[in-house]
């Protein structure tokens, strides 16, 4: 009997705290003990009747649930409100438990320390700490010296950088000044009697100073020219061509078409596929050729009609920076004019055809005034057999759009557009002039290395100065004549006997 009266008594205190309805009484404990000690079949009902773990929504207040889990006999519906600041749980915890949350003491890692010094530099000006030996008189005279001409120092180099960028503000200041009243003499001036003073001496020397950005397209394509006589009516037929010619791609996958293609060297339209992949590697600093930039669609385009307008020659890698730069500065059409003819010059046509014979008369020529101008750095070149193929090739294929930053490549275009290829090859041994010190200290690897990729802080000042510096003359030969006398000695001796030929 007690140890059923203590486990009724545990039940009855259990349905006591679940439902709120009974309450312990000693009395009526006894009665029910004795009387369901005699009525087994009362035992069974009462341990188990049907409604014992129903629920009862209308006497209970519901619950807050501050997280979905699992209860007896039954899973917590999801909570729908956001999850609750941790602040306000620490609330909750506190106003249930009535336990205050005390926070960690501070860390007393420097508490023998008196002070809290503002830099590394401020400690040799600070007392020690308590628990370490005090500094002498001489010692602290000699830290707060020390700390003085710290202090010095950096004064001085604030005040030196304050300097130069005053200086960069006003050299900058200055050329805008230069450009605006330039772009005034080009547009009043210059180009309306521009067969008259082209080559005067005054224009020369505005046009070595760089030509202001909105006259830049202009005088790029009168200096070019339209020898070709192309139309625009003329490049939108070629661009329809492309046009068919990628629809065509796209919509069959042919390898018969591929092999008649490839079977006429003549024909390379086939290249049209060469120029989705090259075009997003075009200048990707500035994302305006890439797929969904501004020009995209149309450097396409203007590289496309081009493709169908020469298949003698058909896409190459290095024309999408000229297209780019001539997109820039151009109407798309007169870009596209400026674009065929440019690519038209001897030089060019020579590089992109791969037109080896050629290519080997202008390095040959180069390397006549790399040593009449830089004698010691040709000299270490051959020491290490370092050809200039090596570094030219990439410089002219992009007319060194790709080589240098853009600003300044067009300004190197500016004086190309006036001088003609000799340029190119005079802007080549200036950057040679520029690096010349650096240069000779480097073996062949970290020579090539460094010349395809230039430093990215040179600027048109100091490679202007070195430019101009070189001198296309040697033995009172200028470049014309010696690479004429180059072709003239290829024509005249036997081809087969030239090493650089056989290699």
Known sequence: KWFLLSTVS?????????????????????????????????LSLFFFPRNFFTKRTKELKPAVQSAPGWKLFGKVPPRENLP?????????????????????????????????????TALILEDRPANLPAKSVEEALRHRQEYDEMVAEAKKREIKEAHKRKKIMRERFKQEDNIASAMVIWINEILPNWEGMRATRRVRELWWQGLPPSVRGKVWSLAVGNELNITPELYEIFLSRAKERWKSFSETNSENDVEDVSASVADREASLELIKLDISRTFP???????????????????????????????????????????????????????ANLLNKPCQLAFFRVDHSMMLKYFAAFEVFFEENLPKLFLHFKSYSLTPDIYLIDWIFTLYSKSLPLDLACRVWDVFCRDGEEFLFRTGLGILRLYEDIL??????????????????????????????????N?????????????????????NHSPALKS
């Open 84 to 120: 609750k600041d941790s602040k306000i749980i620490q609330q909750e915890y506190e106003a249930r438990t009535g336990r205050m949350y005390k926070p960690p003491p501070p860390s007393t890692r420097r508490k023998n320390i008196e002070f809290e010094p503002l830099s590394t």
């Open 285 to 339: 600093s500035l994302y305006i050729f890439q797929k969904g930039g501004p020009y995209h669609d149309l450097l396409h385009s203007v590289l496309g009609a081009y493709t169908c307008y020469r298949p003698d020659v058909g896409y190459v890698q290095g024309m999408s920076f000229i297209a780019a730069v001539l997109i820039l500065n151009l109407e798309e059409a007169d870009a596209f004019i400026a674009f």
């Open 440 to 473: 000779l200290q480097m073996d062949f690897i970290h020579i090539a290395q460094f010349l395809t990729k230039l430093p990215e802080d040179i600027t048109s000042e100091k490679l202007f100065s070195c430019i101009a510096a070189i001198q296309m003359q």
């Open 10 to 42: 545990c039940l009855l205190e259990s349905v006591n705290l679940c439902s709120g309805e009974f309450s312990l009484n000693s009395k009526w404990i006894k009665i029910f003990v004795l009387t369901i000690s005699k009525n087994k079949t009362f």
């Open 475 to 495: 033995s009172n030969k200028k470049w014309a004549q010696v690479f004429a006398s180059l072709m003239k000695d290829n024509k005249e001796g036997d081809k």
